[in-house]
């Protein structure tokens, strides 16, 4: 090749799925964008060579499950970068953190300055994701504003891809689905997906509403819409995609017949049995989101 490139990655182990690739490659870089992908380039071909031998070298990482809106949210948020470019992540979807009330501050302090690309489904709740939803009681209907996230969703849609909700027992105990009914009316408004996230989070409120929790999965499938994304589908805690007995619950292939998506959402929600069950029953995540945040994290 006579042409110069910036950089080439030489002799790594390329895997990129939508070219059908995986096999030992060079990577040819200029301008800042993949310019060639072949084999045994010359090393005169490039400014500069990296070695690459017995590395993986992937097309930037899209972590679909992000917690990094950092010191706005308590203990709660990491740094973007250090979770995105420093992680070979190059876009982070932030779930949740910043509100209608705090989406300028999410943009300026951590969308604008990072390195990585930053993306935002933005909170139902006005208070977004303090402390990782730590205080129940800042997050019943009272707290959410339905107008007011619709507009801050519209004017910031170049951040805002979407909206973060949660079906859990704690808030299930304390008021039923109307915080779900909400967010996603918020969904309707917008055209925007709602993310559940599905989890035990608060314990059940002592004399709160009695909870069956195989019984909310079937309250929120009535409020799914096509595209709308159930997350911690490999969770260990009750009132998700396992019901209690074990097996998977059988409004899940119901909910995916009505175009739901599933995202892993790792993080602190992981059971390797509970995995084992739902990739048995032949149900495959659609995205592989970490969750990564400052309970579940070692922040170097």
């Given at each position: 090749m006579s042409e110069i490139f910036d950089v080439v990655l030489k002799g790594g182990r390329v895997i990129d799925p939508a070219q059908g690739i995986d096999g030992v490659r060079?990577?040819?870089?200029?301008?800042?964008?993949?310019?060639?992908?072949?084999?045994?380039?010359?090393?005169?071909?490039?400014?500069?060579?990296?070695?690459?031998?017995?590395?993986?070298?992937?097309?930037g990482l899209i972590d679909t499950h992000a917690h990094i809106f950092q010191y706005v949210t308590g203990r709660f948020g990491?740094?973007?970068?250090?979770?995105?470019?420093?992680?070979?992540?190059?876009?982070?979807?932030?779930?949740?953190?910043?509100?209608?009330?705090?989406?300028?501050?999410?943009?300026?302090?951590?969308?604008?300055?990072?390195?990585?690309?930053v993306l935002a489904f933005i909170s139902a709740y006005i208070v977004g994701g303090l402390e990782g939803h730590y205080y129940p009681e800042l997050y019943r209907p009272e707290c959410l504003d339905v107008d007011a996230t619709v507009r801050s969703a519209k004017e910031n849609a170049d951040l805002v891809k979407g909206i973060k909700a949660h079906a859990e027992i704690g808030g299930y105990s304390r008021w039923g689905v109307k915080v779900m009914e909400m967010a996603a009316e918020i969904g309707r408004q917008t055209e925007l997906p709602v993310y559940i996230h599905f989890g035990q989070l608060w314990p059940p409120?002592?004399?709160?509403?009695?909870?069956?929790?195989?019984?909310?999965?079937?309250?929120?499938?009535?409020?799914?819409?096509?595209?709308?994304?159930?997350?911690?589908?490999?969770?260990?805690?009750?009132?998700?995609?396992?019901?209690?007995?074990?097996?998977?619950?059988?409004?899940?292939?119901?909910?995916?017949?009505?175009?739901?998506?599933?995202?892993?959402?790792?993080?602190?929600?992981?059971?390797?049995?509970?995995?084992?069950?739902?990739?048995?029953?032949?149900?495959?995540?659609?995205?592989?989101?970490?969750?990564?945040?400052?309970?579940?994290?070692?922040?170097?």
């Open positions: 060079d990577v040819a870089i200029k301008g800042g964008r993949i310019a060639a992908v072949a084999e045994n380039m010359l090393p005169t071909a490039a400014k500069e060579t990296l070695d690459c031998r017995g590395k993986l070298v992937l097309p990491l740094n973007p970068d250090m979770c995105g470019v420093h992680s070979g992540v190059a876009t982070l979807v932030d779930q949740g953190g910043a509100s209608c009330i705090t989406m300028p501050a999410f943009r300026h302090y951590i969308a604008e300055p990072a390195q990585s690309r409120k002592e004399g709160g509403l009695p909870v069956d929790a195989d019984n909310i999965f079937t309250s929120c499938l009535d409020l799914l819409k096509p595209g709308d994304v159930l997350a911690h589908p490999f969770s260990l805690h009750p009132g998700g995609f396992v019901s209690l007995d074990g097996t998977v619950h059988p409004l899940v292939r119901e909910a995916l017949a009505r175009g739901a998506k599933i995202d892993v959402g790792h993080g602190s929600h992981f059971s390797f049995r509970v995995a084992k069950n739902v990739l048995a029953a032949g149900i495959m995540p659609d995205t592989l989101g970490a969750d990564m945040h400052g309970y579940n994290t070692r922040v170097p």
